[in-house]
């Protein structure tokens, strides 16, 4: 429409558009505009308001946050409060300053997603390796191939003991000795914390330092390439180890090659961020990490063990009702000793399905006079 010399930096559609003698559409254009930045803002808030009631409903936020409108049942609280703190941020902040701002909180969660995609699938399956009563013990053998004690009649399967040795050195790597006293998992995640860390640190040095490189100056070429080794290093770290191969949440192909390529790129764009926007970020996380210290950690009840969110399982036709926390609610009607009571207590495991353990024994009948 227009050379690419007379492109206007602040407004280059609409201004194209007035150049060409279509003023009408740089109206449009421009309330267009303002209508997607509109809708963007106000669809933060809905997302924003409801993770605060999520956090405010654990205790990790303050609880008033997690009170809910009697005839709506909308976290009214939170909406107003981050609302308005959207709305005075986009009124007295530049746009530019808003949008770095923005990214660099969507970066580092995609990151913090790729690392925990990572770590779950390098975490061992414990209740086939500690449950001794019904699959015995699972542990290495020299050859690297897992060896599984039964105790009772049931056996484990080799696709749970792969499961449970998730985390452990791969058979060709057990000559690194000093890696072999760790907890299943735990390098990993070591290695996904360096990793991440040396890239940072390896991009940094390439951006901020590319004059000094094109000078030849050899302490920057001796950074570059120590960062680049450790993270190499870290990454190796990661692949000696076995993973899991059950069904988790978090799915991926080629783990844990794509999740890293993630973690590089996201890093690698947050690296071309301006200083004053991580500034900005640093200080919003000494916030956070305040309330966390501060309130969230002391009154949260998942820290806790409490169960803040029962749903029933099951029901019998005398509302026997099993929670998620694997409490039985059971009315009781004294005087009846009726054996069709007694019903099967079933735990809900993570990432499986409900496993039967023993028979609940109906409330003994009240004493009373002979009759």
């Known amino acids: 429409m227009v050379p690419y010399q007379g492109i206007n930096a602040e407004a280059a559609l609409p201004d194209a558009f007035e150049q060409r003698g279509l003023v009408w559409a740089k109206y449009i254009i421009a309330i267009g505009a303002l209508s997607g930045m509109t809708t963007s803002l106000v669809g933060s808030i809905f997302a924003l308001s409801r993770c605060c009631y999520a956090m405010a409903a654990d205790g990790l936020m303050f609880e008033w946050f997690s009170h809910l409108n009697t005839r709506t049942q909308v976290p009214l609280n939170a909406t107003i409060v981050f609302g308005l703190l959207s709305a005075l941020f986009a009124l007295i902040m530049d746009l530019h ?50 060896t599984a004690t039964s105790v009772g009649d049931a056996t484990p399967t080799f696709p749970e003991q792969q499961a449970a040795m998730a985390g452990t050195l791969r058979s060709s790597f057990r000559w690194l000795k000093f890696l072999k ?37 050899w302490w920057m070429i001796l950074l570059c390439v120590s960062f680049g080794f450790g993270l190499v290093v870290s990454f190796g770290l990661i692949v000696i180890h076995r993973k899991t191969y059950t069904n988790l949440s978090f799915q991926v192909p080629f783990v844990p090659f794509t999740p890293a390529l993630s973690i590089f790129c996201n890093v690698v764009l947050m690296t071309n961020l301006t200083s004053h926007t991580w500034l900005r970020f640093l200080i919003w996380m000494i916030i956070g990490l305040i ?54 207590v079933h735990t809900i495991s993570s990432g499986g399905p409900p496993t039967a353990t023993s028979p609940i024994q109906p409330r003994p009948a009240a004493a009373g006079p002979p009759k």
Not at 105 to 120: D, E, N, P, Q, W
Not at 332 to 340: E, F, H, K, S, T
Request: glycine share 10%.
């Open 181 to 217: 006293d760790y907890k299943p998992g735990i390098v990993v995640v070591f290695g996904v914390v360096f990793m991440a860390i040396f890239t940072g640190a390896f991009c940094s040095t390439l951006i901020h330092g590319m004059s000094y490189l094109r000078e030849g100056s």
């Open 291 to 344: 309330v966390y210290f501060g309130y969230g950690i002391q009154h949260s009840k998942e820290n806790k063990g409490t169960a803040y969110n029962s749903m029933v399982v099951f029901g019998t036709d005398d509302q026997d009702a099993l929670t998620l926390d694997g409490s039985i609610h059971r009315p009781q009607v004294d005087g009846i000793d009726n054996p069709a009571h007694s019903s099967a």
């Open 97 to 146: 300053i808003l949008v770095e701002f923005l990214s660099v909180g969507t970066l580092l969660a995609f990151t913090i997603v790729s690392a925990s995609t990572i770590i779950l699938h390098y975490q061992p399956k414990m209740d086939f390796m500690t449950d001794e009563k019904n699959y015995g013990s699972i542990t290495p053998s020299e050859g690297g191939t897992p």
